[in-house]
């Protein structure tokens, strides 16, 4: 029997496409139209706004918390979150969890390993980008990083917050990130980090200048080996 796969979601599109490719895909493992089942909870995506951008992320750890209780009451056997950002409150919130948690940066990471690259580019939201969650866990394996200039994590902030938060995918922004994994590839870089969840889709892998590390399917296909193998 599969188990039970928990979502703490944060923003809508994010978590949308990944509670859509556990479902789809989980026919691979399962059978026709089968996929293991899957509880999310989310609060609203303002409330966790409020913490972030005081930068404090105890406050966005009790918001993960509340989630992670309810979608562990009625059954959840793990829990995923599908959003990059608030993984900087990971650290504060896992001792507390009633389950344990599957940490997207980590699957990322490993995939990035299986295919032996050496230095990713990164891109999410400003919080995301210029914090912790991804050099911590890709300098644990050797791999090395690189985020874009000052002026173009601004603006990839912008278009994650006020385009792609709401559903809004423009042929503009499109090009504006193929430019940016462009430099990124120009420094050195052999692949990019697709680090904030809605960014894979905006960004299509083959007009991409770079090979893409897609955050968002990575971690449902980790938590779909999981749930149906128990093992990933």
């Not at 990035?112 to 990164?122: N, T, V």
């Amino acid at each position: 029997m599969a188990q039970h796969i928990g979502i703490v979601a944060c923003s809508a599109e994010g978590a949308a496409l990944c509670y859509r490719t556990i479902c789809v895909e989980g026919a691979h493992y399962m059978g026709r139209h089968a996929h293991p089942e899957v509880t999310m909870h989310t609060h609203p995506l303002n409330e966790y706004m409020v913490y972030i951008e005081q930068d404090d992320w105890k406050g966005v750890a009790q918001l993960m918390l509340s989630s992670v209780n309810k979608v562990a009451q009625v059954g959840a056997d793990f829990a995923i979150c599908p959003d990059n950002t608030i993984h900087q409150a990971f650290e504060f919130m896992i001792r507390d969890s009633p389950i344990p948690w599957l940490h997207i940066a980590e699957e990322v990471a490993k995939e990035a390993q299986r295919h032996d690259y050496k230095r990713l580019g990164i891109l999410g939201t400003q919080f995301l980008m210029e914090g912790l969650v991804y050099p911590d866990k890709l300098s644990a394996i050797g791999i090395n990083h690189m985020i874009p200039s000052k002026g173009d994590r601004e603006r990839i902030n912008d278009i994650i917050f006020d385009e792609l938060v709401y559903g809004k995918f423009r042929a503009e922004s499109r090009t504006y990130f193929n430019d940016v994994i462009t430099q990124l590839k120009e420094k050195g870089c052999d692949a990019v980090v697709l680090g904030c969840t809605e960014i894979p889709l905006l960004v299509i892998p083959e007009e991409s200048p770079l090979p893409v590390l897609d955050s968002t399917r990575l971690l449902a296909r980790a938590a779909l080996r999981k749930a149906v193998l128990q093992k990933y």
